[in-house]
């Protein structure tokens, strides 16, 4: 280890003493750090996590709901809103994405169906989003604060793939900018600091600040590293210094690549949206015959990693790192894949596109997630699930979005997607065994 990361690195693992200060109740170097980190991104308070974004999402439902009271969730939420639905026992009221384009790889919440929802369920807590979308799509945040503020709601925002909009006017406005009473960002996925770090920020005084502290006392270790916290400041003073000309190559190297690719023949890149992170690409080989699955694999033996694929799309991120010579390595391996069309595997038209995909997710939620995770189970084939209750669930990863909550009943539809997605090479967290697709449902038919 000490020939990997040199002794330095040692020099900053310790742990809670005198002068070193405590996560859980800093008064010193910590404090001071957190204080810098709400100064720099206009929050009223900043808490360090070192349990990433996860915990700052379990951290946003915990705080904001109890058990059997209703929180209104976009259904594409990442399975970290599940964990806290399951610690907190709070009822999901679930809103779907809409489609504003076809071969959009995402939908948008809009304000429409957020007044819709608060005026069914004017008890609700809070309303809780995603935005960016890991594809980079923003929600029209502006408009939905004010809704949820006119119906006495706070609005939580996962923005864990949008920690950089702030610093750069090319960027969509961050969420605490568009009112966002707290927010979760990743800041190791796009700001520099080591992976497992994030920061919680409240702006607000619709949601208590000692209940969000009391929430991440529950789901953050009590030895946190000091390592990963002292990243977190570290790449906040970069972000503060040279955040704007870090994020300006970047933006020039992502449209370098986008420029590229749109001219390749057989390629796809969608770029509909205006409110959309200019640093992620997303490319499509559908009109070739080549799904995304198989394109990331393609780019894979060329020595080429992207972030991830789904059916449809493989996804680029481009980074103040990345390289001219990366971009033109990345264009050639494009042009020759998209030459390759179709070997036959996988047909243009058994790829659904993206809009056919979200309809699978709309189903019943016979029990709250709780109630399901805590229930007698009992395992057995997908294919021998439906109409059963789910007992867990069933993720596509990434991105993370749940195809099946515990308490929803399995439908048919959904079994076929989930095959669909494992005949394609598809990776899923929270299915045993991916060869007989097992399942946990509960006993209650």
């Known amino acids: 280890m000490k020939d990997v990361l040199g002794e330095k690195a040692y020099g ?80 999901p009221i679930w809103i779907y994405p809409e489609f504003a384009e076809r071969e959009s790889p995402t939908a948008i919440i809009t304000p429409g169906l957020i007044k819709k929802a608060c005026a069914e369920h004017p008890d609700a807590k809070a309303v809780f989003l995603t935005s960016p979308s890991y594809y980079g799509i923003c929600q029209p945040l502006k408009e939905i604060a004010d809704i949820c503020h006119g119906f006495g709601m706070p609005l939580l925002v996962d923005e864990a793939h949008g920690g950089h909009f702030r610093f750069h006017e090319a960027f969509p406005d961050d969420a605490l900018s568009s009112g966002a009473d707290v927010v979760v960002q ?45 990243s977190l400041d570290a790449a906040r003073n970069q972000m503060a210094v040279n955040g704007r000309d870090l994020m300006d190559k970047a933006i020039k190297t992502a449209e370098y690549i986008r420029n590229g690719l749109r001219t390749a023949k057989g390629v796809y890149v969608f770029d509909e949206f205006k409110d959309r992170d200019p640093l992620r690409i997303a490319v499509s080989l559908r009109k070739t015959g080549i799904d995304g699955f198989r394109f990331q694999r393609l780019l894979f033996e060329k020595n080429i990693t992207t972030e991830m694929a789904d059916i449809n799309y493989v996804l ?58 805590f229930s007698k189970k009992k395992k057995i084939t997908l294919y021998e699930a439906e109409n059963r209750i789910a007992g867990e669930m069933i993720v596509p990863y990434p991105p993370g979005i749940p195809a099946i909550y515990p308490g929803e009943v399995i439908t048919e539809e959904i079994i076929r997607y989930l095959d669909k997605l494992r005949c394609l090479g598809a990776s899923f967290h929270g299915v045993n065994d991916i060869d007989n697709m097992e399942i946990y449902v509960t006993e209650q038919p």
């Not at 904001?64 to 639905?85: N, Q, Y």
């Not at 994030?198 to 929430?215: A, E, F, G, V």
């Not at 033109?328 to 070997?343: F, G, N, P, W």
Request: aromatic fraction near 4%.
């Open 316 to 373: 680029i991120i481009v980074s103040w790192g990345t390289t001219r010579d990366e971009a033109d390595k990345l264009l050639e391996a494009v042009r020759r894949i998209a030459s390759l069309r179709s070997s036959g595997k996988t047909k243009k038209e058994m790829i659904p596109s993206a809009e056919e995909t979200y309809k699978v997710f709309r189903t019943e939620q016979r029990t709250s997630p709780r109630e399901a995770w």
């Open 186 to 230: 990743s800041t190791h996925k796009t700001s520099g600091s080591l992976t497992q770090t994030s920061l919680l920020h409240l702006h607000s005084d619709l949601i208590s600040r000692d209940r969000i502290d009391q929430s991440l006392k529950l789901v953050q270790s009590t030895s946190p590293s000091y390592v990963l916290m002292s």
């Open 12 to 91: 900053i693992d310790v742990t809670e003493t005198d002068g070193t200060d405590d996560l859980h109740c800093p008064e010193e170097a910590i404090e001071k750090a957190q204080k810098l980190a709400a100064d720099l991104y206009g929050s009223d308070e900043c808490w360090f996590l070192v349990n990433g974004s996860t915990c700052g999402n379990e951290a946003m439902v915990l705080s904001a709901a109890g058990p059997g009271e209703k929180i209104i969730i976009s259904r594409d939420a990442h399975k970290s809103v599940l964990m806290g639905l399951i610690l907190s026992g709070a009822h």
